[in-house]
């Protein structure tokens, strides 16, 4: 018996009936990442969905090597390549329904793309030339997130919406694993438990937060094991199987559609490149743990599934392999056109009505930009 009891200042109760008490088991992921290829469940796997799901596979790497020879080249100011992780892009686009909406983080290009935004407008952030390069509503995909994990508290946001609204409407959130230690996860999946929002976490280990190892952001059996935390499932899956991903992810959109809540999806990959092309990822890790993760590359293990069920013969690999080679061409030719840029643009679609200050400071450079068009010449007259 405490103090305080024994002074009869506190007396435990049991707790009132409004209060639940929910058994965590079922919503403890599995020991293992769950996976498909290279086990029994492959053969039951849907012929047209590997194929499809391969042809994005080879695009997305295609994608990802191109983008980061136009940041050599001086036509990229930065690219984040997600090469290692395409299972988890190409998935959780594929996952979702046309009229759901994608959450992406800065690394998720590749999904953004395989949603259907021009891959041209899917660089347009990382090249500078606009705030997002594309137009948010037309495909359903929120700006590429910059900082960490603030697209997460926007997706509960619209998903919560939608459902108050009666649409039938799914967000599905991607976030890498450094931004699990961000406060704005942690708030996301606490409010998107408690409403039940039919949203979907996906977070993308792969290994690192820049150069900071998983190690040392939590001490958590794994990411997905967050979840029961909140009241939520969760699920661990194999990263580089992208029909796994799949799999998973498909579950949980229907879970959430089906007004089941959310669900928060550790996918355990590793990025092959470096966090960008600004960093030096040989300062933080040893060659022999990248190619150990290259012998579980995602592109390969889904070729191997495929030719060994006769879906996929040489011509086949050759005619995907000549329709990512004709987009990387597209993407290079349009990449290597100098934009024609409006200084004016900045002071559209800041506010859904111009405030006075806005007004003001367009004004002023409109007459500069005015005053540089008369010349040196024309200003030395004025001044006359």
Same mark, same amino acid.
């Given at each position: 018996m405490t103090v305080l009891e024994q002074r009869g200042a506190y007396r435990p109760s049991p707790p009132p009936a409004w209060q639940p008490r929910m058994d965590p088991a079922p919503l $403890?992921?599995?020991?293992?990442?769950?996976?498909?290829? &290279?086990?029994?469940?492959? +053969?039951?796997?849907?012929?047209? @969905?590997?194929?499809r799901l391969h042809a994005h596979l080879v695009r997305g790497r295609r994608y990802n090597t191109q983008a980061t020879a136009l940041t050599k080249q001086g036509r990229l100011a930065v690219y984040p390549s997600s090469t290692g992780q395409e299972a988890c892009e190409v998935a959780a686009a594929l996952a979702l329904e046309e009229r759901d909406w994608l959450f992406p983080s800065y690394r998720d290009t590749?999904?953004?793309?395989?949603?259907?935004?021009?891959?041209?407008?899917? $660089?347009?952030?990382?090249?500078?030339?606009?705030?997002? &390069?594309?137009?948010?509503? +037309?495909?359903?995909?929120?700006? @590429?997130?910059?900082?960490?994990?603030?697209?997460?508290?926007?997706?509960?946001?619209?998903?919560?919406?939608?459902?108050l609204k009666g649409d039938d409407v799914v967000a599905l959130a991607m976030v890498g694993d450094g931004g699990t230690s961000e406060g704005d996860f942690h708030e996301a999946l606490n409010f998107a438990a408690v409403w039940r929002a039919p949203v979907v976490f996906l977070v993308q280990n792969n290994g690192f937060a820049i150069s900071v190892p998983l190690a040392k952001q939590t001490a958590a059996p794994?990411?997905?094991?967050?979840?029961?935390?909140?009241?939520?499932?969760?699920?661990?899956?194999?990263?580089?199987?992208?029909?796994?991903?799949h799999e998973v992810l498909g579950d949980a959109v229907r879970q959430a559609r089906a007004g089941g809540g959310p669900t928060l999806i550790e996918a355990v990959t590793y990025r092959i490149d470096a966090h960008t092309n600004a960093d030096d990822a040989t300062r933080y890790r040893g060659d022999a743990e990248v190619e150990t993760w290259r012998a579980h590359d995602p592109v390969r293990l889904l070729e191997t599934e495929l030719t060994e069920r006769g879906l996929l013969d040489e011509?086949?690999?050759?005619?995907?392999?000549e329709d990512a080679e004709a987009m990387a061409a597209d993407l290079r030719a349009r990449m290597n056109q100098d934009?024609?840029?409006?200084?004016?643009d900045l002071f559209d679609h800041v506010y859904a009505e111009t405030?006075?200050?806005?007004?003001?400071?367009?004004d002023l450079l409109r007459a500069e930009l005015a005053a540089e068009q008369d010349g040196p010449d024309q200003q030395e007259g004025d001044r006359r």
């Open positions: $403890l992921p599995d020991a293992e990442p769950y996976r498909v290829l &290279g086990t029994e469940a492959a +053969a039951k796997a849907d012929p047209d @969905l590997l194929r590749l999904a953004v793309v395989a949603r259907g935004v021009d891959p041209v407008e899917a $660089l347009t952030l990382l090249r500078g030339d606009w705030h997002t &390069g594309y137009d948010p509503y +037309a495909h359903r995909v929120a700006p @590429l997130s910059t900082p960490l994990a603030t697209q997460l508290p926007h997706a509960v946001g619209l998903a919560h919406a939608a459902r794994s990411l997905a094991h967050k979840a029961v935390g909140y009241g939520m499932p969760g699920r661990l899956v194999d990263g580089n199987d992208a029909v796994a991903v011509a086949a690999l050759e005619a995907v392999r934009p024609e840029l409006d200084p004016m405030t006075a200050q806005l007004r003001e400071q367009r």
